[in-house]
């Protein structure tokens, strides 16, 4: 077995390089396989793509397997099947690192990620070219509250809170873009990223999250982090 099929994820990695090709150039692939969506390749193509990519160089370790998920991601996937959705907004996607395994996991489900990073928004967008076409990603701020009221199912803040300056102004507008529900991850303890500028602690996420006025709030604790869903007063 090539080690390529024991390192990485072969699909999404395939589709993120026909994206990634189509978009800038590189890898040159075949021109048989250059205008193809993931899911018309077979699984030779896909390897042989992703090969392409990583003698091109570039960076695949988004697409790593993982043994395990992270029990934080693995605890949002449980709450998620329990319920039913068919929109998302997942805000500041970041690498993917939740986003990706969710599109594998939920393939009906129609997702729009928010950043700050327009790299990061442009390899969303390859990926979802290269055959995740339920997955737009938009260079957007959740402060200024992008979308209209009641735009998604489920708004995903998955270790993003504890970043941004003005916490309230996030929370409200997650609140109001939610049909249904609002997911939550932060560090439950002090660590030493200087990117971490709030501490939420479970008090704290009531203060906010209560101030807006509509949601019923479940905790849980999980290996560090604090799991937080706000269900949506209809």
Sequence with gaps: MNDLQTTYNLRTAAAWVLGHARNVGKPDLPESSRCKKVDECSPDEMLR??????????KLYPFKLKSALMARTR??????????????????SGRGAFLIPFIEEFPNVDVTSIDLLDYRVAFLNELADGGFGSLRAELKDVCDQPFPDDSFDVVT??????????VEKAVAAAVRMAKKHVVVTVPSKPDDNPDHIHLLTKDKLTELFNATGRPRLHFDGVEGHLFMVATINS
């Design 49 to 58: 793509i992703v090969e392409a990519a990583r003698e091109e160089g570039l």
């Design 75 to 92: 605890r949002t996937f449980g709450f998620l099947r329990s319920v039913c959705f068919e929109t998302m907004l997942d805000v500041g």
């Design 157 to 166: 803040l998955l270790e993003v809170l504890e970043h941004i300056p003005a």
